[in-house]
């Protein structure tokens, strides 16, 4: 109880209700140089593998729109569920193992802008990965300061699969509602941390990881309540208990579509995924070490590496319960699932918070280390997300 105590101690003047009637205004122009920075990286990456995806005779918009995933949420966004597609080995791939906030999105705002479902797809994750910035600028600022806040950010849009922000996918969406949930359990804004939990457990599987960080930290704050003989919260309890609905309402209403209380997770196996508690991830490291593979793959696997030890740096360095939480959940279900390895970097592109060891560590250093630093890793994770798009052939 320690660390809760310690929670409490350290976040008590930022619980100040004055500081949260500050305007977003105010709070956005603090996160300007983050937010600008942010897209200034992911727009040249868009410039990059647009002109390498002109050069290879594809088209831009269907690089980044139809891709992989891209194209199942495009055809739920146009027709609903109910496409069914039979795979080689017997693999049934069913469209109910997507979710259904991104798609729903495309159709609502399709209806109202006449720019076509991909081109709305696009502007709805370009625009979510902004205010995903924002947010994981906001957290890093909360809890050590104004720099780190804008390293954090850096570092996230730095990251050697996070080409995919700027892709048709649901991570910058979910990413967004999970930055400021989280923000809000920090600062206890119980309700906002509950309904953007809601919505990231609408998002995709691994939304989940946002419900349990609202849980842990309505939890321990709801403790040192008890622990200090004051009033229950209402909010906090009402917060963990409206988190996981989001989560839970989808995979409810599989269960009702499919007639089994489990028909989301038998068609996640149709498609090959399950989860096996680290079987498979560890066969494709033995895999790895005895044979060979693509840049792809060995890629995957130090990314997996450099999760799993920024994540001891993260408990090693006190970060509070529900950012643990959050990240902890992150990399059992990147690491503990089976199939589409190369995937496993982009479940763990939401988990910004591991990154706070880094950030923290640069910026008590110098200005020139900084920027040589962030050039190296632009060239490196540019070039690399250029290449996974336009030329990997690898599943994103």
Known sequence: MKTIDAFTRRFAPLLDPRSQRR??????????????????????G?????????????????????????????????????????????????????????????RAVSTVLPIGPVNVALLIAWSAALVAAWGVYATGELLHGRRVGIILVALWALLPHAIILTMAYTEPLMTAFAAWSLHA????????????????????????????????????HLWQLRRTGEPTARRAWAAAATAPLGWLGYIGWVGLTTHNPTGYFHVQSLWGSRFD??????????????????????????????????????????????????????????????????????????????????????????????????????GVSLFYGTYLLTVSHRAL
């Open 23 to 44: 305007g977003w205004r105010f709070e956005l122009g603090k996160a300007l140089l983050a937010v600008t920075s942010f897209a200034a990286v992911r727009l040249t």
């Open 46 to 106: 868009v410039v990059m593998a647009t002109l390498w995806s002109l050069h290879l005779g594809r088209h831009p918009r269907a690089v980044f729109g139809l891709e992989w995933d891209g194209r199942w949420y495009w055809h739920i966004s146009q027709y609903g569920y109910g496409l069914i597609v039979h795979g080689k080995g017997g693999s049934v791939y069913n469209d109910l193992a997507f979710f259904p906030l991104f798609p729903g999105l495309i």
């Open 185 to 220: 359990v920090l600062t206890r804004r119980w309700l906002t941390a509950g309904m953007l939990a809601v919505l990231a457990g609408l998002c995709r599987p691994n939304g989940l990881a946002v419900a349990v960080a609202v849980v842990t930290g309505a939890v321990a």
């Open 277 to 378: 508690f680290g079987h498979y991830t560890a066969h494709m490291f033995r895999h790895l070490i005895v044979g060979h593979d693509t840049l792809v793959v060995y890629a995957t696997a130090a990314i997996i590496l450099g999760s799993l030890l920024l994540f001891l740096f993260c408990a090693l360095n006190g970060q509070p319960l529900p950012l643990l939480a959050y990240c902890a959940v992150l990399i059992v279900m990147a690491v503990g699932g089976t199939h589409f390895f190369t995937s496993k970097p982009r479940f763990l592109l939401p988990a910004f918070p591991l990154l706070l060891p880094l950030a923290l560590h640069l910026a008590r250093s110098r200005l020139r280390t900084i920027v040589v630093l962030l050039t190296a890793l632009a």
